[in-house]
T-cell receptor, first 113, second 111 residues
Framework: GAVVSQHPSRVICKSGTSVKIECRSL??????MFWYRQFPKKSLMLMAT?????????EQGVEKDKFLINHASLTLSTLTVTSAHPEDSSFYIC?????????FGSGTRLTVV | AQTVTQSQPEMSVQEAETVTLSCTYD???????LFWYKQPPSRQMILVIR??????QNATENRFSVNFQKAAKSFSLKISDSQLGDAAMYFC????????FGAGTRLTVKP
């Protein structure tokens, strides 16, 4: 079946440091990938659209300098949370854009202490 | 902007019974896709069923079916013969460009 690999699954970092999350589409060349954020017991909120070879498109209210997205190849998009603070603690999920049946990664639980 | 509304925060069903989860959405577009995703405690998003807006026929996947009312912008999910493994959060999603999710419905299945 379709596979999107997300790494790491869990990460704990100190306040002020940066954390990189990887999203790999293992069986599909994704020109576009999406990043979502999910707070506890809440829904997924689209953060940004990652475009291969060009700049990401951010949703309103999402700080592009805080959440750096790089989509250097058709199979890899990365999200870097810069200068992380406790309020950035959340569950981050990526997806590809295959055939309008998006496949989601398994998510990354980020805890900033 | 597109919005998706799930008005049932929680639902409960007896094993082997049928349950319907509600979803409404708002859009000015004519061509789009609608989805139901299931999120178990593992938090992995699992596609349950999808519906293309241009198709009048309601989508069906085994025990899962939808009632798609385009004019009313309604997209409900019916789960027949409910099983214990169906217990999860269910999210309705609209896809024009990127997914927009409803708030979710937590489904409990009672044995």
């Amino acid at each position: 079946g379709a596979v999107v690999s997300q790494h790491p699954s869990r990460v704990i970092c100190k306040s002020g440091t940066s954390v990189k999350i990887e999203c790999r589409s293992l069986d599909f060349q994704a020109t576009t990938m999406f990043w979502y954020r999910q707070f506890p017991k809440k829904s997924l909120m689209l953060m940004a659209t990652s475009n291969e070879g060009s700049k990401a498109t951010y949703e309103q209210g999402v700080e592009k300098d805080k959440f750096l997205i790089n989509h250097a190849s058709l199979t890899l998009s990365t999200l870097t949370v810069t200068s992380a603070h406790p309020e950035d603690s959340s569950f981050y999920i990526c997806s590809d854009d295959r055939d309008y049946g998006y496949t989601f990664g398994s998510g990354t639980r980020l805890t900033v202490v | 902007a597109q919005t998706v509304t799930q008005s049932q925060p929680e639902m409960s069903v007896q094993e082997a019974e049928t349950v319907t989860l509600s979803c409404t959405y708002d859009t000015s577009e004519s061509d789009y896709y609608l989805f139901w995703y299931k999120q178990p405690p593992s938090r992995q998003m699992i596609l349950v069923i999808r519906q293309e807006a241009y198709k009048q026929q309601n989508a069906t996947e085994n025990r899962f079916s939808v009632n798609f009312q385009k004019a009313a912008k309604s997209f409900s999910l019916k789960i027949s013969d409910s099983q214990l493994g169906d217990a999860a959060m269910y999210f309705c999603a609209y896809c024009g460009w990127g997914m927009r999710f409803g708030a979710g419905t937590r489904l409990t299945v009672k044995p």
